[in-house]
């Protein structure tokens, strides 16, 4: 069938938002598992002619030709592994086993295959392959393509909320008036949340380990043909060569609870984002904040005076949809009936998914952020109708000075009622206090009742 183009996409990530998932590519793609399968097959093969016990040599125009096989991997390549897994290629029938393809591709690259093709996958089982190469590209994902969304994220939140550490802003809790607080202070918290689950989700991507063991996790057939070599640190040196931390208790698979780790500490992040989401979209219903028009933009098929915050929107629904799916592989990935069952293969395919997800969401997260600016006018207007939030203060101040009342008294003119700056000063006018606490109370008012808010903001 013909290349219809990303319009006739089954998957959204491969269609409409193309544009947005494209750095995850060379991560994410079948082709990106091949170029990963490769490279564990030719470590692997060089390693063993390191290994003293073995016959194998390879000389050095050799060992660059091999590693020139995945460091210069590209669609041709993965053409050819793809046909000699589903139709054959050259003198190999078809393998309907995707390794085992991977397999025959570095066999044939090398220069007397008779006597070195017998050492590619030496013992191993397509597990050893597989749980390393998905690893070699799930680390630099995370590291090279995720984090550095969600740092920008948290600098850009860091930076507006400096910026607007000074403007007052109506709080609410349980959606009713509360005490004031900054925007900026508000900002900052996010800003501060985000950095303490970007800082889950780098150190799980650097714990992330690595299994060789063999069919069933007793490097059994790799004791039955070298019984003198000590295979579990040979193991762990090859493992801990490709930058991944050596796990040595294994059944055929790795048990992955390190990915699980890691998409759990993903999903912290995107709580954060998701939590950010919803309120900057109540602060636009709001009109708390005033979004920037783009000329020739449509709102609204049907009025025309529409400018949505669907930028905050689609975050929202990329990020559930991204934990929908991060919930899902760490709950199954980590399960495996008895030493191996292959369930968990093609799930693992969807790991590229779910960060296609995860970064549509950041990005559209960065975009609504870009186009919001605070609306002071609106702020200010919405502090001066609810002046009652002074309350809080007034019975505080009062307390310090011995009112047992004071509580009580501020209850009655304030709950389930309207009550204005008037009527507080005609309460104060009444107070048995001295002159001085007098001023003290006559001098709040609600923009100005905003704590060490704006002084919040260093702590970022």
Known sequence: MTDRGPLYAVSPLDGRYARYTEPLAEYASEAALMRARVRVEVEYLLALADLEATPLELDGATRTDLRDLYEAFDAEDADVIKRLETE???????????????????????????????????????????????????????????????????????????????????????????????????????????????GRVEAAADDLSGKLAGASGTYAA????????????????????????????????????????????????????????????????????????VEG?????????????????????????????????????????????????????????AFAHCLIGYQKAAAGLSKVTPNEAVMREELAANPEVVGEAVQTILRREGDTEAYERIKALTRGQRATMEDFRELFDDLDVDESVREELHALTPEGYTGVGSDLVDEL
């Open 88 to 198: 054959g290629y050259e003198e190999y029938t078809a393998t309907n086993h995707d390794v085992k393809a991977v397999e025959y591709f570095v066999r044939m690259h090398l220069p007397d295959e008779d006597a070195q093709g017998p050492w590619v996958h030496f013992g191993l089982t397509s597990e050893d392959v597989n749980n390393l190469a998905h690893r070699l590209l799930v680390k630099p994902a995370v590291e090279d393509v995720l984090a550095p969304a969600i740092r920008e994220l948290r600098d850009t939140l860091a930076d507006e909320a400096r910026e607007h550490r000074d403007v007052p802003m109506l709080a609410r809790t349980h959606g009713q008036p509360a005490t004031p607080t900054t925007y900026g202070k508000e900002l900052a918290v996010y800003a501060s949340r985000l950095g303490r689950t970007l």
């Open 222 to 293: 790799h004791h039955a043909a070298y019984p003198d070599v000590d295979w579990p640190a040979f193991s762990e040196s090859f493992v801990d060569s490709l930058g991944l931390d050596h796990e040595p208790l294994t059944t055929q698979v790795n048990p992955c609870d390190d990915l699980a780790a890691l998409f759990d500490a993903l999903r912290g992040v995107n709580n954060v984002l998701r939590d950010l989401d919803l309120d900057m979209w109540l602060y636009v219903s709001d009109r708390y904040l005033g979004q920037e028009t």
């Open 297 to 353: 933009e449509t709102g609204s098929s049907t009025m025309p005076h529409k400018v949505n915050p669907i930028d905050f929107e689609n975050s929202e629904g990329n990020l559930t949809k991204a934990n929908s799916d991060l919930t899902f592989l760490a709950d199954y990935i980590t399960t495996s009936r008895l030493q191996r069952d292959l369930s968990d293969s093609t799930v693992k395919r969807n790991i590229g998914a």
